[in-house]
């Protein structure tokens, strides 16, 4: 099992290493890391981009993709009031544009290295973040991504594994084998496997009352996979609130009527800047401090272990880290 830590190649992030004692390489090995699974975020040009250690690559994402896939247009003027909100969204105005840049990433994570590349199966409208109240079904998204990967990795060489994973909107949340299974066995690609996001599934339970009640549902939740738990080649290690917090109570926070539709970019960047805040609120990637939570991994047996935490500063996110590593190390790991 390779451990690895999720990095952003964002050179404000980056330059953070260039002041730890031996860079990032310094920084792996203090952590008893084997390397990065990578968010591509600047020019793989840069002096500090972190080519040797590049294991995993996390595609980039739309929340708001599937109207302007499938081409509706009452759903998409509900999101984007003109074409400037779309290219400032999606970075095109045409739908075959999400099919071409994960296409891109594909390639280039090859070429870097990369073992394996994450991708989400989930969508939903922005509005529906902060109400819950959904406009469109697990089905439908499972179904339409389908069709954007396999026109994706059309002509690929397959060489590197490609991994699903789990959100708590509609799409994959790993609580319908059914969906699950459709997605192994109907997207035309011959290396693929799922990714298990803690916080992500915990999401879809909000409300759990202590990590130990957190690790209990985990396990329950594998175990109801059946078969397809063996398919589980990644876990995203992270969590999220536990008792009180999360979901429900951020949403109560936020306040639960949807706004209306932005009319104009400015109010479109303000959105979308609110919906992030509030992701961030309930997907806060903290760590555990449960060493139970390595049962988890005894079952699952993942061959990448991703201690994928964030923190406001560089030394948050190092101090999470660390009590994660720690955690894992009085369980065994």
């Not at 109240?133 to 954007?148: G, Q």
């Not at 903290?286 to 923190?311: D, K, M």
Request: charged share 20%; proline share 6%; hydrophobic share 45%.
């Amino acid at each position: 099992m390779l451990r690895l830590t999720n990095l952003s190649s964002w050179p404000g992030q980056l330059a953070r290493f260039a002041r730890y004692p031996g860079g990032l390489a310094g920084f792996l090995w203090d952590h008893d890391l084997d390397g990065v699974e990578l968010i591509q975020a600047g020019p793989v040009s840069q002096p500090l981009f972190p080519r040797p250690h590049i294991v995993g690559w996390h595609l980039p994402f739309w929340l708001s993709w599937l109207d302007f896939y499938r081409g509706d247009q009452a759903g998409l003027r509900s999101e984007f009031p003109n074409r400037q909100c779309l290219l400032y969204y999606f970075g095109g105005a045409e739908p075959g544009h999400l099919r071409e840049v994960w296409r891109r990433e594909l390639i280039l994570a090859e070429s870097l290295g990369a073992r394996y590349a994450v991708v989400h199966v989930a969508a939903c409208r922005h509005r529906d973040v902060f109400t819950g109240d959904f406009s469109v079904s697990d089905e439908e998204v499972v179904e339409a991504f389908i069709r954007l990967l396999n026109e994706t990795v059309a002509g690929l060489s397959g060489k590197i594994l490609i991994l699903l994973e789990n959100l708590w909107w509609p799409g994959l949340t790993l609580l319908k084998k059914d969906l699950i299974s459709r997605l192994l066995t109907e997207i035309d690609y011959p290396n693929l496997g799922l990714v298990l996001d803690c916080s992500h599934l915990m999401n879809v339970r909000p409300g759990l009352p202590s990590q130990k009640a957190a690790v209990a549902y985990l396990l329950r939740a594998v175990e109801d996979l059946g078969p397809w738990a063996g398919r589980i080649q990644a876990v995203h290690l992270n969590r999220s609130f536990c008792g009180a917090g999360g979901v429900k109570a951020r949403r109560k926070a936020m306040g639960e009527e949807a706004p209306l539709p932005p009319r104009d970019l400015a109010e479109f960047q303000s959105r979308f800047a609110r919906v992030y805040d509030y992701i961030g609120g309930v997907d806060p990637h903290l760590p555990f401090t449960e060493p139970a939570i390595g049962e988890l991994l005894r079952r699952v047996s993942p061959a990448y272990l991703v201690h994928e935490l964030v923190g406001e500063d560089f030394a948050l996110s190092r101090r999470r880290l660390a009590a994660q590593v720690a955690c894992l190390r009085r369980g065994g790991w």
